[in-house]
């Protein structure tokens, strides 16, 4: 059974920073690209962040550039997110997805609050 389990969200003041992770069990971790999403409240769920499975190649939102760093860890099965000089506007729950080819597998979420 595929599951990955987020951690790391909460409150956090606007400048501040949080470290998401997202552990992977039951997959062949290294063999799948991972993303982080977002979904704030009233919209759509957003790509924030992706990153290969062998970790060579990233790419982000225009909105998190400069912002957030994906990064993952294989010999660990967890894939990270670094947000730094966090705003309001970041607030929603951060989801973890792994996809390969026609599979795909969605973590339940974490919340990440942002106040001003």
């Known amino acids: 059974q595929v599951q990955l389990v987020e951690s790391g969200g909460g409150l956090v003041q606007s400048g501040g920073s949080l470290r998401l992770s997202c552990a992977a069990s039951?997959?062949?971790?290294?063999?799948?690209?991972m993303s982080w999403y977002r979904q704030a409240p009233g919209k759509e769920r957003e790509l924030v962040a992706g990153?290969?499975?062998?970790?060579?190649?990233?790419n982000y939102a225009d909105s998190v550039k400069g912002r957030f760093t994906i990064s993952r860890d294989n010999s660990k099965n967890t894939v990270y997110l670094q947000m730094n000089t966090l705003n309001p506007e970041d607030t929603a729950v951060y989801y973890c997805?792994?996809?390969?080819?026609?599979?795909?597998?969605w973590g339940q979420g974490t919340q990440v609050t942002v106040s001003s």
């Open positions: 997805y792994a996809h390969m080819l026609y599979l795909d597998y």
């Open positions: 039951g997959l062949a971790f290294s063999s799948y690209a």
């Open positions: 990153i290969s499975s062998a970790g060579g190649s990233t």
